[in-house]
């Protein structure tokens, strides 16, 4: 889904973004250039990057404590 039509960026693309290492909507803002036309999309992007950023920590919490591991 496009989520700035100026720039004709996706919810995929600021995904990658952050998994690319972009820990932030500023970082994002600056890679890939949302919001910096008309700024109509800076809600819907800062929601999708805040999304992403907090599957990226739990996905990396879970790895911290792999599946077979048994606290002792
Ligand atoms: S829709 Fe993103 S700057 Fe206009």
Redesign the pocket.
Known sequence: M??????G?TDTQIRDAVYEGCCSYREVRSTL??????????CL?KQVVRETIGEVQSSQAALAYPAGFVAA
């Open positions: 496009y989520v700035c039509l100026c720039e960026v250039g949302i919001a910096s036309q008309c700024g109509k999309c800076a992007a």
